[in-house]
């Protein structure tokens, strides 16, 4: 008891620890953020959204300012302020440029990697760092040295994927292609060759390793709250991440070592090629501030400027020809009409060698193929800066000192009201006029950035990208290898907690977007029966092999012999199973209609599990829908042991005539005659049964009403022959059935009506309503004898009756449980036939 009592404290003041905070963290995000206040940017949502778009974090992002060109997500401290306008984002870059900067939040984040780089400091260190380096990749003489990088770089690249396709083999291009620029910035960077593309160099490959790891792990910091306590402690992602930059500064400070005891050795030689030479010229002038450290951070900076970058808009760019076969041809041609190499056509060096700066210069249309590939896919996605003081943005939006504005260059290539009705189409075209590059705003087209702080090495970049990319079009066509390793994620599970109540429409909207997908849970979960252990337990639904064979083997055995025909209504479905009329229709059993609704609402509440992941703790603790389904489920049970016990006890009676018919009719006798089962399992079998019948019966006779209403095929003769013939009737409960199936997380949503009089059979991979291969509820019940006992029902009604809703302009709901059934019942009117006639 004293243990109980404690456990019990504990997680009484854990939930309410959780609480608190969870209340604390709510008020901060809520309070004092103007929310209502139109001058404020629209809310859209908190910054917590974007944890559960983190897969589609762009597309998210579009998706949202194509409803608002500026909106706000709440976050705990600020607000962030997300803009698609150029006319804001000229305002942020350019106008008032001295009142945004790039913040403590992302200084903090990013300075272990980027250290007092030109990325992450402003002000003088900016204004410094930013004269020094514009001067140096303004010079001649670093630019024809880049560009002999470049050349050669590219001629291994090429060599490399020529084993590729001499020996047919798929191979990840976005890995080559990141190799490559790493061996140019870095060569570029420091005059040091790493050899990452050919692999030859352990400790490069070490290097570039402990460099991509790094730009991960401070990235993921963007999302992980505890990151500060995890560096204290020194634990997780964070530890690697200290690992690793110890590595990366020990590699990086050897090189300036090397480096300056060179640059002493070689004294009078001026002709300082690579940036780092450069830098440690100009070192001389101020060697109090320009330490080795400080340098050290520059041409770190530098390097991740130009690394992934490049490699990603190429990337991008192989994949985008890919798509469009013809675009790949146009550069193609325009590489041989461009490039006139002089000798030999096929040696690559010879190539590279003619790839000149007047060539670069001469091809438009590769030029536009690049800058359209950036345009939709670019390569720093969304940017961003803090608010110092508080401002008004030309759109009329006002923020707050410590903002977030953010600019999405992403969503901005897909918008309309900025590139037209074609905005999502790749089109190299909108570049080109009578054939000439014509650039575009750079509040427009954001990829580089604009304003003062520009992207430093463009026009290095599109050097690189363009000798890379003519070298690769020139010698390569590329096909994209088909296969793909898992299915696109749709979302969360949390996504179907919050749609619960159109749970599937929610799945047809997802079907409609993915053939297939995933829902990303936090436990591995199958979506067969496993939580529904306790309403199927060992019955046909929730068990495999041998177990499954036997009751399998049993109830098809069942049907050939034609024992259930026309035993299918609603009621009877029970009779079948257990040999007992519940008569749950006409009322006279109250045992029988309690049994009915506590089935329903054991359905009901294990769909529930599927979506909330603290149902296990909630049975544990009896509580919530837990408590519910224990409940009900007492009552299914109590009414189905007490049935067996006196089902065991007749059988055993010998010479009884009725005892022999039950023999032979209902499924508890058979099976109390062919196995030797115990009461447990007996309940699971006929349970599954009478789930299975209950749920998928009733629901389609329910809309089929609403489905079938019109239908005038009748025939007063009811015999099996004339079911037989009503093909129209037959199509019209199989229409029902697809596009309302009984059980709705296994339909698919495929259009396929009646096509001629006689209702033709359709594939049951296309038409899933009644599973395939594995024989539930096709032998269980039988397609045919499930669909004669519907049509046996309806004949009847529709015989003497017509019916109609009793409000049409009602939309009818769908009720979330196991099977698919119409939420508050089916209120219909039905109008005597033969009172119609009279009148
Ligand atoms: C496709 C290739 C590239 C793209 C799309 C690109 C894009 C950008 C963007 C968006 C920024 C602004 C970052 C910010 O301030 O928040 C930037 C800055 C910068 N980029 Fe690039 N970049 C590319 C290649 C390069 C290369 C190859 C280099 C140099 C080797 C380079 C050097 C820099 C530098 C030094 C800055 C900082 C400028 C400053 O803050 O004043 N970039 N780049």
New binding site residues.
């Given amino acids: 008891m004293d243990i109980l009592y404690a456990v019990f404290c504990i997680i009484t003041i854990a939930v309410l620890l959780l609480f608190i905070l969870f209340s604390a963290l709510v008020l901060r995000i809520f309070i004092g953020k103007s929310i209502r206040n139109l001058s404020y940017p629209p809310v859209v949502g908190t910054v917590f959204d974007q944890l559960f778009y983190f897969n589609r974090l762009y597309d998210y992002q579009t998706e949202m300012v194509k409803r608002h060109k500026t909106f706000r997500l709440l976050a705990p401290d600020q607000s962030e302020i997300y803009t698609t306008e150029p006319r804001n984002i000229e305002h942020i870059l350019k106008t008032n440029f001295s009142n945004y900067s790039?913040g403590q939040y992302n200084q903090d984040i990013l300075t272990d990697l980027f250290g007092q780089g030109?990325?992450i400091v402003d002000g003088e260190k900016?204004r410094q760092?930013?004269k020094l380096?514009s001067f140096e990749?303004s010079m001649r003489v670093l630019r024809d040295f880049s560009c002999s990088v470049f050349r050669k770089n590219a001629a291994k690249l090429v060599g490399t994927i020529y084993e590729f396709s001499k020996n047919n083999q798929v191979f990840d291009i976005q890995a080559l292609l990141m190799r490559c620029t790493l061996d140019s910035?870095f060569k570029?960077?420091f005059g040091v060759e790493l050899n990452c593309l050919e692999g030859s160099n352990a400790e490069g490959n070490e290097f570039i390793k402990a460099f991509d790891d790094s730009n991960e792990l401070v990235y993921w910091r963007y999302a992980d709250p505890l990151w500060k306590l995890k560096r204290y402690l020194n634990i997780g992602g964070e530890a690697t991440l200290i690992k690793n930059l110890k590595f990366i500064h020990n590699f990086v400070d050897k090189v300036i070592r090397t480096k300056r005891a060179q640059m002493v050795k070689e004294q009078h030689c001026n002709d300082k090629e690579d940036i780092l030479s450069r830098f440690l010229v100009e070192s001389k002038k101020d060697p109090g501030t320009m330490t080795d450290q400080y340098l050290r951070d520059i041409i770190l900076?530098?390097?991740i400027?130009?690394k992934d970058?490049?490699a990603?808009?190429l990337s991008w760019f192989i994949y985008v020809l890919c798509k469009n076969p013809l675009i790949q041809e146009n550069v193609a041609q325009e590489v041989r009409r461009v490039i006139r190499s002089p000798q030999n056509e096929d040696s690559v060096d010879n190539f590279v060698e003619s790839i000149t700066d007047e060539a670069l210069e001469e091809m438009h249309y590769l030029h536009a193929t690049l800058t359209e590939t950036?345009r939709l896919y670019?390569?720093?996605p969304v940017?961003?800066?803090c608010a110092e003081t508080d401002d008004t943005l030309p759109d009329g939006f006002k923020l707050k000192k410590g903002d977030g504005v953010y600019y999405m260059?992403y969503a901005m290539g897909r918008m309309a009201y900025i590139w037209g009705d074609d905005a999502e189409e790749f089109k190299p075209e909108r570049w080109l006029k009578n054939g000439t590059f014509q650039p575009e705003s750079p509040f427009k087209f954001?990829?580089?950035?604009a304003g003062?702080?520009?992207?430093?090495?463009?026009d290095?970049?599109?050097r690189?990208?363009k000798i890379v990319s003519a070298a690769l079009v020139h010698f390569f066509s590329r096909k994209l290898q088909g296969k793909k390793k898992y299915h696109p994620i749709g979302g969360t599970v949390f996504n179907q907690l919050l749609n619960f109540h159109r749970l599937h429409d929610y799945m047809a909207d997802l079907a409609g977007k993915y053939k297939t997908y995933r829902l990303i849970a936090p436990f591995r979960r199958t979506l067969q029966l496993r939580h529904s252990g306790d309403l199927f337990g060992d019955g046909i639904f929730a068990v495999d092999g041998h177990k499954w064979r036997e009751q399998e083997k049993c109830q098809a055995l069942s049907f050939l012999q034609g024992i259930f025909f026309m035993k299918s209504t609603f009621d009877s479905i029970s009779e079948v199973a257990i040999g007992v009329e519940l008569d749950s229709l006409g009322g006279s059993n109250e045992e029988g209609a309690k049994f009915s609704v506590a089935t329903d609402d054991v359905s009901m509440t294990t769909l529930w599990r599927y979506v909330d992941v603290l149902w296990k703790l909630k049975r544990a603790l009896n509580v919530g829908s837990e408590a519910k389904l224990k409940k009900s489920l007492q009552v299914v049970d109590e009414f189905a042991y007490k049935l067996i016990h006196s089902r065991t006890q007749q059988m055993n009676m010998p010479g009884n005539d009725s005892v022999m018919r039950m023999k032979k009719d209902d499924l508890l006798s058979r099976f109390l005659q062919l196995t030797d089962a115990t009461p447990k399992y007996l309940r699971d079998i006929t349970m599954n049964f009478i789930i299975a019948g209950k749920g998928g019966e009733e629901i389609k006779d329910a809309t089929g009403c609403k489905e079938v209403a019109d239908i005038s095929e009748f025939s007063a003769c009811l015999t099996e022959e004339a079911l037989g013939k009503m093909h129209y009737l037959h199509a019209a409960l199989t229409e029902t059935l697809r596009i309302y199936p009984a059980v709705a997380v296994k339909s698919s949503n495929q259009r396929d009506g009646l096509t001629k009089t006689v209702a033709s059979s359709t594939s049951p991979f296309k038409f899933t309503a009644f599973q395939v291969s594995r024989g539930w509820p096709s032998s269980l019940f039988g397609e045919g004898l499930c669909l004669s006992a519907d049509e046996d029902i309806l004949v009847y009604l529709l015989r003497f009756f017509t019916v109609k809703l009793s409000d049409e302009r009602k939309a009818v709901k769908y009720r979330p449980m196991l099977t698919l059934a119409i939420d508050g019942g089916l209120i219909v009117r039905t109008f005597h036939r033969m009172d119609q006639k009279t009148a």
């Fill in positions: 790039k030109i990325f900016w760092q930013r380096a990749f910035i570029v960077g900076n530098f390097m400027a130009g970058t490049t990603n808009t950036l670019p390569a720093v940017d961003g800066r260059a954001v990829a580089f950035n003062p702080r520009i992207c430093l090495g463009k290095f970049a599109y690189q990208m």
